[in-house]
């Protein structure tokens, strides 16, 4: 069995308080492939365009992911670019050029149909249902999303939300897609929908976990210098979902000790640019970090 990843496989543009940055190895599938090899066999279904650099793939090789389902397309990789504002609390889009992603249309190779632990990234919710449809008798089913789809593709994104196991938001998209006051009002209305598993991220503020509304709470890992945010919430999914996939089960304990292996992966992803900062992340650095955590919330 394996974490199959399915998303965008890309390349940035940032603009950050401690430089310009071209050209950095970006996308949902390959922040959450990183953070999540160190813990599980994973796979990936994406598309990147001839200009994708070989380097990168070999990364990703090397840390035993499996390539099998990217497409390499005529055209170029999707390419984003933002500039990020207030020590990296806010940023803007300066431009989004899909590229071969805009043509992207997932097809799940035979023998990665059945079984395991399935994340479906930010991508439109008629394509993650298109992965659904292809995917027999997983262990567990989680999506991602953004303001974005709940706002253009709502219905789309809410039938989707009725077939998997879990989604992760952030308290922004949480509040904007259900309307609550509050975000723990909007994790009720959340499992209304159907999921049996709300994460919802908040940043510096944490994460909450709810599982069928049994609340579980993880504070970050302190940072003393964040780099580049770009990706941490993916790098926290892949955290979140290569302890489940290791785990072998779905059981309460086992998840909430996945938020705390995600609360860890995530401090690494912002420590450097790019998903490069997640290529050295080895089980040992993640129960360092957990470990640092438990004092943390001990409170010594």
């Keep these: 069995m394996s974490l199959l990843i399915v998303g965008s496989m890309a390349l940035d543009d940032l603009e950050l308080p401690s430089g310009r940055f071209r050209n950095v190895l970006g996308g949902s599938a390959t922040h959450c492939a990183f953070a999540a090899s160190s813990l599980a066999r994973c796979r990936i279904v994406a598309v990147v365009g001839r200009d994708f650099p070989t380097r990168a793939l070999a990364k990703l090789r090397a840390r035993g992911v499996d390539l099998a389902g990217v497409e390499c397309a005529n055209g170029p990789t999707f390419h984003w670019s933002g500039r990020y504002l207030e020590h990296c609390r806010s940023r803007v889009t300066r431009f989004t050029r899909l590229g071969v992603f805009a043509r992207f249309a997932p097809e799940i190779p035979?023998?990665?149909?059945?079984?395991?632990?399935v994340f479906l990234g930010n991508i439109s919710p008629v394509l993650q249902a298109r992965v659904l449809d292809q995917i027999?008798?997983?262990r567990f089913t989680a999506i991602d999303t953004m303001n974005f789809w709940i706002?253009?593709?709502?219905?789309?994104?809410?039938?989707?939300?009725?077939?998997?196991d879990a989604v992760f938001v952030n308290d922004e998209e949480i509040l904007e897609w259900t309307g609550a006051g509050n975000v723990f009002s909007g994790i009720d209305a959340l499992h209304a929908k159907g999921p049996r598993v709300v994460v919802?991220?908040?940043?510096?503020?944490?994460?909450w976990l709810s599982d069928r509304g049994k609340l579980?709470?993880?504070?970050?890992?302190?940072?003393?210098?964040?780099?580049?945010p770009t990706g941490a919430g993916d790098a926290f999914a892949g955290g979140f979902l290569?302890?489940?996939?290791?785990?072998?089960?779905?059981?309460?304990?086992?998840?909430?000790?996945?938020l705390s292996v995600a609360t860890a992966v995530a401090s690494f992803a912002v420590e450097g640019i790019g998903a490069d900062a997640l290529a050295r992340v080895t089980p040992a650095r993640i129960a360092e970090r957990r470990r640092a955590l438990r004092a943390l919330c001990?409170?010594?």
């Design 110 to 117: 035979a023998a990665w149909r059945s079984g395991g632990t």
């Design 136 to 138: 027999r008798r997983p």
């Design 151 to 164: 706002a253009r593709e709502r219905a789309a994104l809410e039938a989707v939300v009725r077939r998997v």
């Design 200 to 207: 919802v991220k908040r940043g510096e503020h944490g994460a």
């Design 216 to 228: 579980a709470f993880a504070p970050v890992v302190p940072v003393r210098r964040q780099l580049d």
């Design 242 to 258: 290569g302890w489940v996939e290791r785990s072998r089960r779905t059981d309460s304990a086992t998840l909430r000790a996945a």
């Design 298 to 300: 001990a409170g010594g």
